[in-house]
Every structure is written in C-alpha cells, then in structure tokens.
C-alpha cells in the first residue's frame, strides 16, 4: 500500500505556566521544523476565547509563517466563515496568495469555533448565530477567488484584489455528513476532523464520494484525514506524553478550557483515569506503532493525505515526534497534483 503525504495541524495550545508568546513561538518552530522534515502542509486554527488556544486570528499567524518558510503549503484549519464577511476573508487570502504564489491554503469550516456567548459578541446579532447562510457565503468567497460558479455572487460587484495571477486552494473541513456533502457537491477536497474523536469518520467519507461532482478545480475526490498522534522513542514515552492531551480532550467535552498541564501534574488530577478510560481513536506510541496505526486509518479511510496534530507540554517532544514520524513514514518533498 502506498502511503499518502503527511501534514501537520497546529492549535498553537498553551501551557500551563506559559504565555500566548511562548505558544505562538511554539508553533513557528514546529513550522520550520515540519518544512525541514518535508511534510507537506502546516495548518493553524481559528479558535476564540478560550485559555487553551493562542490561535484566534489564522490569516495574521499564516501571514507570520509564510513569511519564515520557503516551500511548504500554508494554510487555515480552518477559518470559520460564518465568523466573518466573504469580502473580508477574500481579501486577507488574496493577499496572502499574492505574497507567497501557490503556497496558500484556504481551509473553511461552519463551526463558531467557540461557545455561544463568545460568538455573538464576534457576529454582534442573534440572528446571525446560525450558519444557515454558509453555502452562499462560500460561493461568494470562491467566486471572489476566481472559481466562479454560476452568476449572481459578490464576485459581479467586487474585487478580492485588483489583478490576482494565482488562486489559493480552497478546502472545506467539517466533522459531519452536511459538511462532506457540500464539498463534493462542489467538487472540492474535503478534511475531515477524525481528530475531534467524535465518530462518523467513514460515514461522512462515503456522502463526500458519493456526492462529488467534478469541477473546474478538481476532477476527482481528494480526501484529507486528520488525526491526533504523539510518536516517542518509545510506547511507554508516548503514553507518558499524551497524558495531558486525554486529560485536556475528557475536559473540553464537559467545558473546562484550562492550559495544558504537564504529564507529572496531569498525572495526579482526579479524573485522569476517567480520560484514560474513555474511548478514542488518538494514536500514541513509538513510529513504528503508530505507522501501524496511520497505515490501518488510511486502510480503511482511502485517505488521500493525512495531517496529523500533537497535543504535548514540551514543544521538545513535538519536534522529536515530527521527526521520528517522518524517518518511519517517508514524506515526499515533491507536493502532490493541485488539481486532480
């Protein structure tokens, strides 16, 4: 079995006893380093209030890393458009394209990307909470890209940029079937957040085949798994360092948004062992368990890239996790076809 491209999703977390600086310089150097390692994409997030997340504004932190790297493809995982007007989003992206040609990835999503209460101080309506409006809003944003579809959208009236030569790669991310239908109703890659840990990977898999359409960006379904992986030296390292990560993961379900604490401290809170207990499909070991792991997902997936996240309090244990994955799951530094 062949085995797909490699890339890598950043929330930019932040530790418990550090500072927004501190993770915003983490993920730069995962950046650099992901690049060195040849993996194909570096994503970050949009996520919004929240005491665990540094990164709140993708366009201004893609704009940072572009500017540091030299080849890999950077992007949003994902901008989440109800968020934000059309326009807006073009014009951040158009300009970002034009500053690093063909190296820029548009990720989108549906979600708030934050609770409720945080969302309506960001939307400034009650009427504006829901995302009923998300499938034309992103038919203006593509039309205002350059990938026109039909006639009527924003693109008759306004300019993302005054004189585009290059288009960056649309993508929509989505955790659920309405998600993976709309994208390949559109004949777009689609990402699914597996990482999320919430189920229904493969059924959402089979409405995007089922419904995609090709389409002037692309002629067949390309699909990009996510997955949550920390690689160590070995198994009993791995699991020490994922600690934190079930322990943040059983939190968030029930609200609790704290900083990342560190395997020692994660170790002794109460409900450590009912995150450890509870199911996952998280992938922790040495390379060559998790290897084993990824081949079975893309296995069962027919995943066409897979990018994976590393939840870990030691930037240290990131880099060496990146590393060990690659040596064990040789990462092409050829980027593979943009269009088909």
């Known amino acids: 079995m062949s085995r797909p491209p490699l890339s890598v999703l950043d929330l930019a977390v932040v530790n418990a006893g550090s500072t927004t600086a501190d993770a915003l ?37 893609m704009a940072h890393l572009a500017a540091r790297t030299s080849r890999i493809r950077i992007g ?8 934000h007007a059309p326009l807006i989003v073009a014009e951040h992206v158009a300009a970002l394209e034009a500053l690093h040609p063909g190296r820029i990835d548009l990720g989108l999503g549906r979600a708030p990307g934050t609770n409720q ?8 309506s009650p009427s504006l909470l829901g995302a009923e409006d998300f499938p034309g809003d992103l038919r203006d944003l593509m039309g205002l890209l350059g990938d026109v579809r039909g006639r009527g959208g924003l693109w008759e009236h306004f300019a993302a940029t005054p004189a585009a030569t290059s288009s960056p790669q649309i993508l929509l991310l989505g955790s659920s079937g309405f ?20 189920g229904g990977t493969l059924e959402a898999l089979d409405l995007y085949r089922d419904a995609f359409q090709p389409s002037p960006v692309l002629e067949r379904p390309h699909l990009i798994v996510t997955a949550n992986v920390l690689v160590a030296d070995t198994d009993e390292d791995a699991d020490r360092e994922a600690g934190p990560g079930r322990l943040m993961s059983y939190r968030i379900r029930s ?9 020692a401290t994660a170790a002794t809170q109460p409900d450590m062992a009912l995150a450890r207990a509870a199911p996952t499909n998280r992938i922790t070991g040495s390379a060559t368990t998790a290897t084993a792991q990824l081949d079975a997902l893309v296995a069962v997936t027919a995943a066409d890239e897979l990018m994976v996240t590393t939840v870990a309090h030691d930037p240290a244990v990131r880099l060496r996790g990146l590393k060990l994955l690659a040596a064990a799951w040789p990462v092409s530094r050829d980027a593979p076809p943009t269009t088909s």
């Open 255 to 263: 609200g609790r948004f704290g900083p990342l604490l560190s395997p």
């Open 179 to 198: 998600s993976a239908e709309l994208a390949g109703r559109l004949g777009l890659r689609f990402v699914f957040a597996h990482h999320f840990d919430q």
């Open 117 to 124: 209460e945080t969302a309506l101080a960001i939307r400034r």
């Open 25 to 61: 310089a983490a993920t730069t150097a995962l950046a650099l380093w992901a690049e060195e390692l040849g993996y194909h994409r570096f994503w970050v997030a949009e996520h919004h209030n929240m005491p665990l997340v540094a990164s709140t504004t993708p366009p201004v932190l």
């Open 76 to 83: 949003s995982g994902g901008i989440m458009l109800p968020n």
